[in-house]
């Protein structure tokens, strides 16, 4: 587990850790504090012990991590993707969970680093692994990254209201997203929990679970 460091400490490692990948793109601003944020609420909601919460916690922040050895002209390119771009930022969880795996104190986590785009069903990246093959924290963080960018804007697609969010996590439940975590996520937005922290530009225009 995450004992070697003090909480307090590994915190301010993955945080500079992500201002570096957040200088690089500015549409990656705050993307990893919000689903570090997410994924402990989720993981919390499911019930997971304090120590599970706090390595998801910092697995989270570092998800990305990888997209440090993807070209800025490809992660900042206003507009569409060629196939041959996609595939190239489908390496970032690869990438990530080799830098994560040097760091003896992050190995914990390199399973998150590399399984945030693994689909429940098998269908997603880079291992095609399925169901309970994917660990249960990166099954968390996939839910929390993906509500995180439909609701924040990104240089390809523009941004969706909070409550669309959550109906798209209902819509994918049990193909993308684990059921479980879905029924975490829509719970907690159903109770309001989240909507100050992740959604407050969506909430400041009014949203309605
Ligand atoms: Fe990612
Ligand atoms: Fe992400």
């Known amino acids: 587990m995450l004992a070697h460091l003090r ?16 200088a690089k793109s500015s549409c990656m601003c705050g993307h990893s504090e919000r689903v570090a944020e997410l994924s402990w609420q989720l993981a919390k909601t499911l019930g997971l012990p304090p120590a599970e919460q706090a390595r998801i916690h910092i697995g989270a922040h570092l998800h990305d991590i990888g997209k440090i050895g993807v070209p800025d002209s490809i992660l900042n390119k206003p507009g569409k993707l060629t ?8 390496q970032h969880p690869d990438i990530g969970s080799h830098i994560v795996g040097k760091v003896k104190v992050f190995r914990p986590v390199v399973d998150i680093v590399r399984h945030h785009h693994e689909r429940y069903d098998g269908k997603g990246y880079p291992d095609g692994l399925r169901g309970t093959e994917i660990s249960l924290g990166a099954r968390i963080v996939a839910v929390a990254d993906a509500f995180d960018a439909m609701t924040t804007l990104r240089a390809y697609r523009s941004v969706v209201t909070c409550s669309e969010a959550v109906a798209e996590v209902r ?3 049990g193909s993308q997203f684990d059921p479980d975590v879905a029924d975490a996520l829509i719970a ?22």
Request: charged share 30%; net charge negative; with cysteine.
């Open 171 to 173: 819509r994918c439940r």
């Open 83 to 90: 196939e041959d771009e996609f595939a190239v930022i489908r």
């Open 7 to 22: 909480l307090d400490d590994l915190h301010e490692i993955v945080e500079a850790l992500a201002a570096a990948l957040d």
């Open 188 to 209: 907690l937005a159903e109770s309001r929990k989240f909507v100050s922290t992740l959604c407050s530009s969506v909430a400041a225009a009014g949203f309605v679970g």
